[in-house]
């Protein structure tokens, strides 16, 4: 469960990244800073996700 749910935040994450790259060369500061924060918040999480490190199912008590 926690590989489809971080391969999907993956492909949001990149999306969120390639098009913070393209507002910045149209000069849009605010929304490219906003879209490159959060697609960065979104590609650590996914790979918290991926590797194992962060388990949200896991009974830890």
């Avoid at 390639?18 to 149209?26: A, D, Q």
């Avoid at 490159?36 to 949200?56: C, E, F, K, N, V």
């Amino acid at each position: 469960m926690n590989i489809g749910i971080g391969l999907i935040l993956l492909s949001v994450a990149l999306l969120f990244l390639i098009s913070g790259m393209f507002l910045r060369k149209k000069r849009k500061k605010v929304c490219s800073n906003s879209l490159l924060i959060a697609g960065t918040l979104i590609l650590s999480a996914s790979l918290l996700l991926l590797t194992g490190l962060y388990d949200p199912y896991a009974n830890h008590i």
